[in-house]
């Protein structure tokens, strides 16, 4: 039996909602890890603006209307309690943003109870896939942060040396880029910061125009947080700008350099959220949820990907090395969410098992005590890309075949008792 987007969707939005309250209910209050201490600076801050844009391009004209009317009254309700009650333009400013993130949820829920049957669990599925950037992103600080306090041991030493096997450090490669080029290192920094709006907005696309048995990319983005943040436990780094400090940029990482950097940090502000790298992941992930866009959706989700590449590096956030394990996990994730394949299917199961493998791979030979030679490093790191793209495309046609198989089922007449039937095309959209 297939799981079916629908069930995705909720499972994903109910894990979600289960670690925002594990978090607020673990994190010790002032903290500035629960959730209800970043619930303001989340909603003026664009996880609290994604549901916004999710529900203004999937919606249809007279909705979309309707959303838009009640953001500005909910806005001007929030600016006038803080130009009264706190009488200042800054608090107005704050409160107007935290009730204009308020709108969508309360658009969404006054529909679910006024509708029933087929119609109310559409528009379950459309708050459970909307928000769930939003409340993924309450809880992730939590997580990422409490890793600093977690674990005091860090491995970037060995995650530099797989970088110097490219024989430099990428990361101070492009460090130098960016200084020589501004614009690009600019553009690298918004998209970096920025990164949840160009998955909000290339998920929302695909949501308006897939299929109903289509997998979305956000709950994909969930599943891909939780193995990731897994692999920060097992693989523990704070990346090279804050482990080479004063001397980042580092062009070379030689046995001098990493035999005298400390082989733990216990500073809480540094956390271990380097290997891989989830935003490099997030990018890819979102760029192959575009497969069918027209091109200007797939050049804007390509760009996307150029950037974080370049920022994840050039800021000094990730080694090289952490966006090579990244594909693994990208493929990974491929495979456990391809919706319309049956588990058994043996591109899903190749594209799952191969993904896991590689990914468990590269962070034990991190673990390693015997580096790994410089040439077999740069062998098994194109080899990991190479098999990504490879097993990530077959499982793609895979999934093309098993919907053009079905949009022909579903158009060929059939035969129902007595009666001669014209099969109805699939659904373009779920909205």
């Known amino acids: 039996m297939l799981l079916t987007n629908s069930l995705y969707v909720r499972a994903a939005s109910v894990l979600a909602v289960t670690l925002v309250v594990y978090a607020q209910w673990a994190a010790p209050a002032g903290s500035e890890v629960r959730p209800s201490d970043l619930f303001f600076p989340f909603f003026c801050y664009p ?11 999937v919606l249809p004209s007279g909705d979309r209307r309707n959303l838009i009317g009640l953001i500005a009254v ?3 309700i929030g600016a006038s309690v803080g130009l009264g009650v706190e009488g200042a333009t800054l608090h107005a400013a704050r409160d107007a943003a935290v009730m204009a993130g308020l709108a969508p949820y309360a658009f969404t829920l006054t529909h679910i109870a006024l509708n029933s049957g087929s119609e109310r669990s559409r528009w379950i599925d459309l708050l459970a896939v909307a928000s769930l950037v939003h409340v993924t992103s ?33 990361s101070a490669l492009m460090a130098i880029a960016f200084k020589k ?6 553009a690298s920094l918004i998209v970096y910061t920025f990164v949840q ?4 907005i290339v998920a929302a696309c695909q949501w308006k125009r897939k299929a109903a048995d289509d997998f979305s990319v956000l709950p994909a983005f969930m599943i891909g947080s939780i193995i990731g943040f897994t692999c920060y436990w097992l693989a523990p780094a704070i990346g090279p700008k804050v482990y080479f400090a004063a001397d980042f940029p580092l062009m070379h990482a030689d046995a001098a350099i990493l035999n005298r950097l400390p082989l733990t940090d216990f500073n809480p502000h540094h956390p271990r959220n380097d290997m891989p790298s989830m935003h490099f992941s997030w990018a890819v992930m979102t760029f192959l949820f575009t497969r069918g866009f027209p091109i200007v959706g797939r050049v804007y989700a390509a760009l996307f990907v150029f ?13 090289l090395a952490d966006l090579i394990v990244g594909m693994s996990l990208v493929l990974m994730v491929r ?3 391809a919706a319309r394949l049956p588990w058994r299917d ?5 594209a799952a098992l191969i993904g896991f493998a590689m990914l468990s791979a590269w962070i034990a030979a991190i673990h390693s005590e015997t580096p790994i030679a410089a040439p077999l490093t740069v062998l098994f790191s194109l080899a990991t890309v190479g098999a990504a793209i490879v097993f990530e495309r077959a499982l793609a046609r895979a999934e093309g075949q098993t919907g053009l198989e079905r949009a022909q089922a579903a158009a060929a007449p059939r035969i129902d008792g007595s009666r001669f039937e014209i099969g109805a095309a699939p659904t373009a959209g779920m909205l």
Not at 181 to 186: D, K
Not at 197 to 200: A, Y
Not at 307 to 319: D, Q
Not at 346 to 350: A, H, Q, V
Request: net charge negative.
């Open 47 to 57: 996880p609290g603006w994604t549901m916004s844009i999710f529900l203004m391009i």
């Open 74 to 76: 909910c806005a001007g």
């Open 138 to 170: 309450l809880c992730i600080p939590y997580f990422r942060d409490n890793t600093a306090i977690w674990i005091p041991r860090i491995l970037d030493a060995d995650i530099a040396r797989l970088d110097e096997a490219f024989g430099a450090q990428p």
């Open 181 to 186: 080029l501004p614009v690009l290192g600019t």
């Open 197 to 200: 709006l160009p998955i909000t």
């Open 307 to 319: 950037f974080t590449f370049c920022a994840t590096i050039g800021l000094g956030e990730h080694y």
């Open 335 to 337: 495979g456990l969410t």
């Open 346 to 350: 043996p591109d899903r199961l190749r």
